[in-house]
Structures are given as structure tokens and as C-alpha cells.
């Protein structure tokens, strides 16, 4: 099956950049997401990338894919402290139904 | 739209007791999923449906029944609640790649 694996937990300083690691191991994946859960909330989907692409931006957040060493990043620039939450990274396997992967979640602590 | 809604958003259940789930999406997404959701564990898929009358096991389906009469619901069932089904629920609908989650159950079984 498929292993996702993220760090437990990342603290930030106001301002700064953040990054958070996912790495996996079935390289047959299509989509790769990331997404944030605030206390006692659902998932919010925040951005997702295509295995054939090897970044994306979208505002203060970029996401870098390195297929051969099957490492996928999301960095957040100019972190703010409701950026604090958890976040997911979640793969999709090609063929059949749509079946997502997750990982284990990032703790992103924003100190002020 | 609504987006994905789920009911209730907790519940407290004894061993032994039955209850469901519900989730609806107004959508017109074909694929809809339960997930559990545990401390250090990440989200776990326990049922799936790719369209109405079609569902299929996750990794974790035992103690879990589905059904899908229609596109907008899809209900997940505890027959029998066991102490070891304490988790949050979610339940997710998705259209190409993008898939969105419901605010999620938060269950105790006691």
C-alpha cells in the first residue's frame, strides 16, 4: 500500500517562511494535495498539483514536487498566526476509483 | 451550495447501540467517501461510492455499512457501536480531482 509520511509538528516565527515535508512512496500517483484542518473543523482543500508538474504557486502558498526522490513541499510565505493548524498532504492513485491517501498531518505552530 | 453537510456533529453512543451518519452533498458529485480520522492516524478511508446504487470497502469498512440510492447522500451505518469507533467522521464528495469534506461527526462510544 501506500505510505505517506510527514513530521509531527513545525514552529514558525510570525513572518517567516514555513515549510512543510511530505514524502511517499507509490510514484503511480496523479494528484498530490495539501490541505488544512483548524481545530474542530473539516479539511479545507488548499491547493493541489499534478504528478506532471513540478511546482505551483498560488499566492503566499508554493508547492515543489520532486518525483525522483518522491518528496512533495508546501511552503508558506510570510506566515501568520492563523496559519496555525494542521496540514494533511494526500495522494491520488492513477486508475480506478479516485482513492486519496493521507499522511499523518504537520502541527504548524505561528509564534507571534 | 451548501457544499458537503454532515449530521449530527456529536454524538454519544453505548456499546451495542446503532446509529447513522449522514452526509449529503448538492454537488452532483459522483464519488463520495467516509473517512475516520484518529489521533497520529491521519484520515482512513472506511467506504466509498463512485455514483448512486455502487459503493465499495476502504481499508477499514468493518463494522461500517453504506448504501446510495441517490447522488446527494450517501449514509454511513454503526450496527453495532464498539468503544474502539470513538473517532471523527468525515465525509468527503469529489469531482475530477478536487475532493471536499463535510465539518465532520465527532462519535463517543462509551
Known amino acids: 500500500g501506500e505510505d505517506v509520511e510527514q513530521s509531527l509538528f513545525l514552529s514558525v516565527r510570525e513572518g517567516d517562511s514555513s515549510v512543510i515535508n511530505c514524502t511517499y512512496t507509490d510514484s503511480s500517483s496523479t494528484y498530490l494535495y495539501w490541505y488544512k484542518q483548524e481545530p474542530g473543523a473539516g479539511l479545507q482543500l488548499l491547493t493541489y498539483i499534478f504528478s506532471n508538474m513540478d511546482m505551483k504557486q498560488d499566492q503566499r502558498l508554493t508547492v515543489l514536487l520532486n518525483k525522483k526522490d518522491k518528496h512533495l513541499s508546501l511552503r508558506i510565505a510570510d506566515t501568520q498566526t492563523g496559519d496555525s493548524a494542521i496540514y494533511f498532504c494526500a495522494l491520488k492513485r492513477s486508475g480506478g476509483y479516485q482513492k486519496v491517501t493521507f499522511g499523518t498531518g504537520t502541527k504548524l505552530q505561528v509564534i507571534p | 451550495n451548501a457544499g458537503v453537510t454532515q449530521t449530527p456533529k456529536f454524538q454519544v453512543l453505548k456499546t451495542g447501540q446503532s446509529m447513522t451518519l449522514q452526509c449529503a452533498q448538492d454537488m452532483n458529485h459522483e464519488y463520495m467517501s467516509w473517512y475516520r480520522q484518529d489521533p497520529g492516524m491521519g484520515l482512513r478511508l472506511i467506504h466509498y461510492s463512485v455514483g448512486a446504487g455502487i459503493t465499495d470497502q476502504g481499508e477499514v469498512p468493518n463494522g461500517y455499512n453504506v448504501s446510495r440510492s441517490t447522488t446527494e447522500d450517501f449514509p454511513l451505518r454503526l450496527l453495532s457501536a464498539a468503544p474502539s469507533q470513538t473517532s471523527v467522521y468525515f465525509c468527503?464528495?469529489?469531482?475530477?480531482?478536487?475532493?471536499?469534506f463535510g465539518p465532520g461527526t465527532r462519535l463517543t462510544v462509551t
Open positions: 468527503a464528495s469529489s469531482l475530477g480531482g478536487e475532493q471536499y
